[in-house]
């Protein structure tokens, strides 16, 4: 059994932490024991333990604007060195036959593992456009303390290998995978809908993500308001998810944008729910009309896997997963009419959105399975130790 220790970012329950969960859980039917490191407890730490997934509490140095910010970057050899101190501690004297940092944002395995001359395998989640110093540094920090990088889409290689093309090499795209969802739970869904006073006629439309800027929480809102004005009166718009702590302010931003639509008393903000498969089937569409472009897009194939069918902006990481007008509709980013008019096709047939779902439903299992993303990756780690 090869010792793999995975570096992550935090220890929540969204996009990338939902990937480690999932991978890290079926290593061990492939001769792998995943040690895990996070900065924290939380959500994740709690779902690794009960997975029997080896699980520690050290400093990874997060790469955060906090950290590179002038004052962050005068810390820095002081942070890497605490983590460095830090994963010692947690390894204890085990060997260690690769390291997998899961996210750009930690970097304090990278250089544990070139210290301790480890194979490093940086698992790229982001596709980061700005400020130049992160678009070029990141990539530049990939290329010379990774020995492969694994992209978790086209859309995430491409920038990757546009800004380094010498990753080329290096650079393997591996889709992330979701297993097999849990048994409808019909009496659970209905209690969303009673909890919220969705009559159950009416229809839902689900925005499933973090509360930030750039998850398209406020174009869904003005989206809305479009179909509002062109005469859906029984459709509620449902948002799930939660900012992170310190940006609590994004949250009231929304409920004031709420307020001022025409679609105040059929929007729902609900906080981030472990049990997220009740609210898929309490829904008839999901959407993910992301702003700036998605990495990848767990969402997307969360609500595949629960037969919904699915509305995305039309760029990034989800043009590998929708395939427009078959498992689901793409938008023009950024657009509230086009937008609208995507939800509208399917808020007026329930027959496309049946058609749509169960082949959304269809894609995920094929191509965007655990099954695969697991066996790929093993394969792969397998191949750097030998």
């Known amino acids: 059994m090869k010792n793999i220790l995975f570096v992550h970012q935090s220890a929540e329950m969204y996009g990338s932490d939902k990937v480690l969960l999932y991978l890290v859980s079926g290593m061990a039917a492939h001769g792998l024991n995943p040690i895990v490191l996070l900065p924290e407890e939380g959500p994740l730490l709690l779902e690794l333990q009960k997975c029997g997934i080896e699980t520690q509490i050290v400093p990874v140095t997060k790469l955060d604007r906090k950290t590179l910010s002038p004052k962050g970057l005068l810390r820095l050899p002081w942070s890497l060195y605490k983590s460095i101190v830090g994963i010692n501690r947690a390894v204890a004297g085990r060997k260690i036959d690769l390291v997998y940092s899961n996210t750009l944002a930690v970097l304090g395995a990278a250089i544990w593992a070139l210290l301790l001359r480890k194979p490093h395998v940086w698992h790229v989640h982001e596709i980061l ?50 297993g097999p969802r849990p048994e409808p739970n019909m009496p659970a869904a209905a209690q969303v809908r009673l909890q919220l006073g969705i009559a159950p006629d009416d229809l839902v439309v689900t925005l499933v993500g973090r509360i930030n800027r750039w998850k398209g929480q406020a174009l869904f809102i003005e989206a809305a308001d479009v179909l509002r004005q062109r005469g859906f009166k ?90 427009d007008g078959v498992s689901g509709l793409q ?49 792969l780690l397998h191949a750097m130790t030998p």
Do not use: Y
């Not at 992209?151 to 795209?173: D, F, G, Y």
């Not at 509230?336 to 299992?365: N, P, V």
């Open 331 to 379: 938008f023009e980013a950024n657009n509230a009419g086009k937008f609208a008019d995507a939800m509208e096709k399917l808020l007026l047939s329930a027959d496309l959105r049946k058609q749509m779902g169960l082949a959304g439903k269809q894609r995920q299992e094929e191509l965007f399975s655990l099954h695969s993303q697991v066996e790929s990756t093993a394969k």
């Open 129 to 178: 456009l700005s400020p130049t110093v992160v678009r070029k540094g990141f990539p530049c920090m990939v290329r010379l303390l990774a020995d492969k990088a694994i992209c978790n889409s086209t859309m995430t290689s491409n920038w990757l290998l546009a800004e380094q093309p010498r990753l080329a090499k290096k650079t393997v795209v591996i889709w992330n995978g979701q």
């Open 234 to 323: 029984n459709v509620h718009f449902l948002i799930v998810g939660s900012a992170v702590v310190g940006q609590e302010n994004l949250v009231e931003d929304l409920r004031h944008k709420i307020a001022q639509s025409s679609v105040a008393a059929h929007v729902h903000i609900l906080a981030f729910t472990h049990d997220v498969w009740s609210v898929w089937d309490a829904s008839d569409i999901a959407v993910v009309p992301s702003t700036e472009p998605e990495p990848f897009g767990m969402v997307a194939i969360e609500a595949m896997a629960s037969g919904k069918p699915v509305v995305v902006a039309a760029h990034g990481g989800l043009l590998d997963i929708v395939e």
